[in-house]
């Protein structure tokens, strides 16, 4: 991840674009060397300009555009530019955009430079970000999903407990992870955050509806650092689920995914549904007295939630 490049170079590179809509590179490059409109912009920050449409895939490097530059109009492009940029800088803010901005007013001061450069509204580059978060946020729920389940699971076999890591054969059965312990057995949708301000989750339909049909369905939350190591876990009764589910209004459609802020006081710390399972005691129950909000531990308190794994 890295800040975008600065006004100056998105300001060279909308240039760019928008002279090899109409000329070849050679021409274009000219135009530049040529014309005084072009030398507020020094020859270095067209460079960097240029580079970074090569980066980005807008221009090969001989200076011919892509299609995405010449298939549409000239401000479709420059959107499309907009896109791409936020998406292969991949800016540290860009995977918590749903959770800290509401609005334009609310974009970091690089999101808003983009616009400045790029000849863009904070409305359009508001949009921009927002579709560039969402195909963002899809890969690295993935992943962070997965490390998540592969931490959970490790923790329960490490105390005894069996585990069925079914995700990874189908994703239809509407959890993640079958467990037994003696004669109990837990069917784990497994929920993985790596923030330590809130809980926000993607529930899809057949999880939720998997939630109510099925008594051995249990949602649990877990928190990771930054290298995918297990800092803690609670978990949520399906009944806050119901209760933050949006309503299908109509017949002729229906939710099928949903985001939800799970509240803190509606996070049960510690693994309570293994106080059956006598092989696991320190991971049913939190290490305190006082309950707190599970992901705001440290470290050390965190280690405490996963001793045996």
Not at 15 to 36: G, K, Q, T
Not at 184 to 211: D, F, G, M, P, Q
Not at 259 to 266: E, F, Q, V
């Amino acid at each position: 991840m890295s800040p975008l490049p600065p006004e100056p170079t998105l300001r060279a590179a909308r240039r760019w674009c928008d002279l090899l809509r109409v000329a070849d590179f050679a021409a274009a490059r000219a135009l530049i060397l040529a014309d005084a409109s072009y030398t507020d912009l020094t020859l270095t920050q067209y460079g960097l300009g240029f580079d970074l449409l090569v980066a980005v895939g807008f221009v090969t490097k001989d200076g011919v555009l892509d299609r995405r530059a010449v298939s549409v109009g000239e401000h479709e492009a420059v959107l499309e530019l907009a896109r791409e940029v936020v998406l292969a800088d991949g800016p540290a803010w860009l995977g918590a955009v749903e959770d800290l901005v509401d609005a334009a007013g609310d974009l970091p001061a690089d999101a808003l430079a983009l616009g400045t450069g790029l000849g863009l509204t904070d409305d359009e580059v508001w949009a921009a970000v927002r579709a560039t978060s969402a195909k963002f946020d899809a890969g690295r729920r993935a992943r962070v999903g997965l490390a998540g389940e592969l931490a959970l699971r490790d923790v329960l076999s490490g105390v005894g407990i069996a585990v069925d890591h079914v995700s990874l054969l189908s994703d239809a059965l509407g959890y993640d992870l079958v467990a037994s312990c003696d004669e109990s057995v837990w069917h784990i949708e497994v929920k993985t955050t790596t923030s330590r301000a809130e809980l926000t989750l993607h529930l899809s339909r057949n999880e939720y509806e998997t939630s109510i049909r099925d008594p051995r369905w249990v949602l649990v939350a877990v928190a990771l650092d930054e290298t995918d190591a297990l800092l803690g876990a609670g978990c949520v009764d399906a009944s806050v689920l119901q209760e933050l589910a949006p309503a299908d209004r109509a017949s002729g459609g229906r939710w099928e995914s949903a985001r939800m802020r799970i509240p803190g006081a509606a996070i049960q710390e510690g693994l309570g549904f293994l106080l059956d399972c006598a092989t696991a005691p320190d991971l049913a129950l939190p290490s305190r007295s006082q309950p707190r909000v599970w992901w705001l531990f440290n470290d050390s308190n965190g280690a405490e939630l996963t001793s045996g794994s």
